[in-house]
């Protein structure tokens, strides 16, 4: 069985500040983990994932995250927070090569001028 | 190249009524998958097809939700009779298969369904 937990439903920060969101999973198997963003009014476009390969993925738009298996933690980071990235930020796993993804519950952005 | 179409966007019907959302996949896409986000829940799944068959549909709620994808291109999910809490937005996504690290699933803008 497979799960996701992001913690924070809402985060906030200035704009040129930090962000961090988190995920921590839960796999029985080696699982392939996603990051996706939904600006308002659109679809889910997706940010980066891990595959097994290098564990610190970059991204589109300066993000990245790193895969950590002892910590089963796979958080979103940009050093430097710009208006555009306000949005929903979603954390996601698989188990296979054409499984479902199994979602976090999706953590809101908002960045203060 | 065109992504995951959806359609209609946004859709009200009363309790009861019959709805049909539709999904156009990329081009070429073998997997579509269906998903669902209630309000202030996470998004999950609904049902995978590989082509015209179904290959999981474990995460259809009931017997009033039909999804299919008659020749393997786009897809339709009929919900018969809608109920009030089938309220949420419909996400349809679309991937290649291929063995190994699973290929990016493209999602559509989604379908919000309100019942009334």
């Known amino acids: 069985a497979q799960s996701v937990t992001q913690l924070g439903s809402h985060v906030s920060v200035s704009e040129g500040a930090l962000v961090l969101l988190r995920c921590n999973y839960s796999?029985?198997?080696?699982?392939?983990l996603f990051w996706y963003v939904q600006y308002p009014n659109q679809g889910l476009q997706l940010l980066l994932k891990?595959?097994?390969?290098?564990?610190l993925v970059k991204g589109i738009n300066g993000f990245e995250a790193e895969f950590k298996k002892s910590e089963t933690s796979f958080h979103l980071t940009k050093p430097s927070a710009h208006m555009s990235d306000a949005a929903e930020y979603f954390c996601?796993?698989?188990?296979?090569?054409?499984?479902?993804?199994?979602f976090g519950k999706g953590t809101k952005l908002s960045v203060k001028p | 190249e065109a992504g995951v179409t959806q359609f209609p966007s946004h859709s009200v019907i009363e309790k009861g009524q019959t709805v049909t959302l539709r999904c156009d996949p990329i081009?070429?896409?073998?997997?579509l998958y269906w998903y669902r986000r209630v309000m202030g829940k996470e998004i999950k799944f609904l049902l995978h097809?590989?082509?015209?068959?179904?290959?999981?549909e474990s995460g259809m709620p009931n017997n009033r939700f039909l999804a299919e994808r008659t020749g393997g291109t786009y897809s339709t999910l009929k919900v018969q009779p809608a109920e009030l809490e089938d309220s949420g937005v419909y996400f349809c996504?679309?991937?290649?298969?291929?063995?190994?690290?699973?290929?990016?699933?493209?999602f559509g803008p989604g379908t919000r369904l309100t019942v009334l």
């Open positions: 996504a679309s991937s290649q298969p291929r063995a190994g690290p699973p290929d990016t699933q493209y």
């Open positions: 796999s029985s198997v080696p699982p392939y």
């Open positions: 891990y595959t097994s390969a290098a564990t």
């Open positions: 996601a796993v698989t188990g296979g090569s054409q499984g479902n993804l199994i």
């Open positions: 081009s070429g896409h073998d997997n």
């Open positions: 097809f590989v082509k015209e068959s179904k290959q999981d």
